[in-house]
């Protein structure tokens, strides 16, 4: 008898702990496509039914599937109300999607690509330093916090200045997707779009080498032939875009990396002593703590799916931290194992237009803490992790807030 059904999936109150793994194994068992009746997700929401899409196979086939599989309603379940439909990377099908893309890839330029490595280091020492002065510190806003976000604000050009402010913004817009946080989205988001647009004015005007500067000035050509430039909502949602994507998803890898770590201290020493490992290691964390809960997607027509007919117009989730410990595709998925090899996780998303353009980025930031921190010091953990987050309610689902530690250096 199954105990557990989709609409189980969409309680916040079983996200407190962390990802409810056992609730996604059990509706993975159970089938690889399952239906869950509108439910109403936000007071400002119309009430939705979607499809929960559990097993690795299924995930990559709808995800490179995008002309059945659109976008364009955006990646979290409730689909926008139409008057607020922008068309962003993450919410558009080809060829607006390329158009976007290409943009942004653009801003990743050779010069800055040719920085990065340097600049990582630089960034994990500097932190490091820091964080040993002090006798404790919390693992997550002295470690794990700082480090994309420095690196995020170096490549698209935020003021040394502004971080702190801005990135207090971001979380707080995932934090208050929760209905409990008291938040008013529409406040946190008018001011990060004002900002947007302050910072556009000044690079439109101050032109440097940064990301931020090629998105302002970057001119279209549209299918007409005119030409124009990303303008008010688009430039705002891709700076928004941005500045989220490239923070908490990493932070998220690394946490729940550092705990998977210490509770498999051989595996630690191994990766200390044994740097062959460290590309390994690196996509098993990221497997593991599988940073992006979901992606949805909209059906363009009628498709079978998992034994199940789906209609035009049907919402469509792709479970990525299920499909990552889905027995089918991972050999023992519930063991943390840095030497895993092959290991075809779906963290990144299961492979199509929209394949997490920071993969590379984000391989690079986790190596090179993981490799300093483990090389330089032991790590006591001196309490619980705390965990916050909408859950469902939005992408990254939950992440560890705090997470008390002491830095003991080796001698
Ligand atoms: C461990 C860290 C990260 C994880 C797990 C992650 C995961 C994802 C996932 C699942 C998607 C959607 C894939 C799909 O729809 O098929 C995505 C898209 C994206 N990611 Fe990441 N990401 C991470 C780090 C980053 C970083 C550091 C950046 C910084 C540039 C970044 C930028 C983006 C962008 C711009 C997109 C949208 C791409 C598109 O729609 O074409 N991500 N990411």
């Excluded at 998803?249 to 210490?262: E, F, H, P, R």
């Excluded at 740097?275 to 940073?291: H, K, M, N, Q, Y």
Aim: some cysteine; proline content about 7%.
């Amino acid at each position: 008898v199954l105990t557990v059904t989709a609409k189980d999936l969409m309680n916040p109150a079983n996200y407190r702990h962390g990802v409810p793994h056992e609730l996604l194994s059990r509706l993975r068992d159970e089938g690889a496509v399952h239906w869950t009746d509108p439910v109403l997700m936000r007071d400002e929401d119309r009430p939705v039914g979607f499809w929960s899409v559990m097993r690795h196979a299924e995930v990559q086939r709808a995800n490179r599937d995008w002309e059945t599989f659109s976008a364009a309603d955006g990646p979290v379940i409730p689909p926008p109300p139409p008057e607020r439909r922008v068309t962003t990377i993450v919410s558009s099908d080809p060829p607006a999607h390329t158009r976007l893309r290409r943009l942004i890839n653009a801003g990743f330029t050779p010069r800055m690509i040719a920085k990065l490595d340097d600049l990582i280091v630089r960034r994990v020492d500097r932190i490091l330093d820091d964080a040993a002065q002090a006798a404790t510190c919390d693992l997550i806003r002295d470690i794990v916090y700082p480090l994309p976000m420095h690196v995020i604000s170096d490549i698209v050009g935020i003021p040394e200045s502004d971080r702190q402010w801005v990135f207090e913004q971001t979380e707080t817009l995932i934090r208050c997707s929760d209905p409990d946080s008291g938040v008013s989205r529409r406040e946190v988001e008018a001011a990060l779009f004002d900002y947007a647009m302050e910072l556009t004015a000044h690079k439109r005007r101050h032109p440097t080498d940064d990301t931020w500067t090629l998105i302002a000035q970057a001119t279209f050509t549209g299918e007409d032939g005119t030409s124009s430039q990303l303008e008010g909502w688009e430039l705002e949602m891709f700076f928004m875009i941005l500045a989220l994507a490239g923070s908490e998803t990493t932070q998220n890898a690394l946490s729940q990396g550092v705990i998977a770590l210490l509770g498999h201290p051989d595996q630690l020493e191994e990766l200390r002593l044994r740097s062959e490992f460290l590309g390994t290691a690196v996509d098993e964390v990221i497997r593991w703590a599988s940073p992006v809960l979901y992606f949805a997607r909209t059906a363009t027509r009628d498709v079978e799916l998992g034994d199940q007919r789906i209609d035009a117009g049907d919402r469509v989730v792709l479970w990525y931290a299920s499909a990552n410990r889905d027995e089918r595709a991972f050999d023992e998925p519930f063991r943390f194992d840095i030497r895993r090899h092959p290991n075809a996780h779906v963290a990144f998303g299961g492979g199509g237009p929209h394949f997490c353009l920071g993969a590379n980025l984000a391989r690079k930031e986790i190596a090179t803490m993981l490799s300093a921190l483990s090389r330089r010091f032991d790590v006591e953990l001196t309490g619980e992790p705390e965990w916050a987050g909408a859950g469902p309610l939005s992408n990254v689902g939950v992440s560890i807030e705090r997470l008390p530690a002491r830095l003991v250096p080796i001698a």
